[in-house]
């Protein structure tokens, strides 16, 4: 089992930038494919970005913009999201997926938190 805590959310200019964090328990937290999704109000949850051992990956939104990382150390994955745009405001969860393959599909993860809200105001 494994527990995700999302930090970091909050009200933010257009053009400014956040540093979401994503806590996780479990001792095996290295060996999971870690992801950014959002979900803004009257839309479907979206892929942000995933991590993956060295791989990265993001949605063409966030490429450029968006950096996601991970401490193994600290069990932790941030997500630096960087010249902001009203269009980012939502609900941003982390989720993890035990399988080894990096996917884009909300359904394909086992472990959700409870989500942060983001808010860019233009």
């Known amino acids: 089992q494994v527990q995700l805590v999302e930090s970091g959310g909050g009200l933010v200019q257009a053009g400014g930038s956040l540093r979401l964090s994503c806590a996780a328990s479990?001792?095996?937290?290295?060996?999971?494919?870690m992801a950014w999704f959002r979900q803004a109000p009257g839309k479907e949850r979206e892929f942000v970005a995933a991590i993956s051992g060295r791989n990265l990956y993001y949605t063409d939104s966030a490429k450029g913009r968006f950096t996601i990382s991970r401490d193994n150390a600290k069990n932790t994955v941030y997500l630096q999201m960087n010249s902001l745009k009203p269009e980012d405001t939502a609900v941003y969860y982390c989720?993890?997926?035990?399988?080894?393959?990096?996917?884009?599909?909300?359904?394909?993860?086992?472990?959700w938190g409870q989500g942060t809200q983001v808010t860019v105001s233009s």
């Open positions: 479990g001792r095996t937290f290295s060996s999971y494919v």
């Open positions: 989720a993890a997926r035990s399988l080894g393959y990096v996917s884009g599909r909300p359904d394909e993860y086992d472990y």
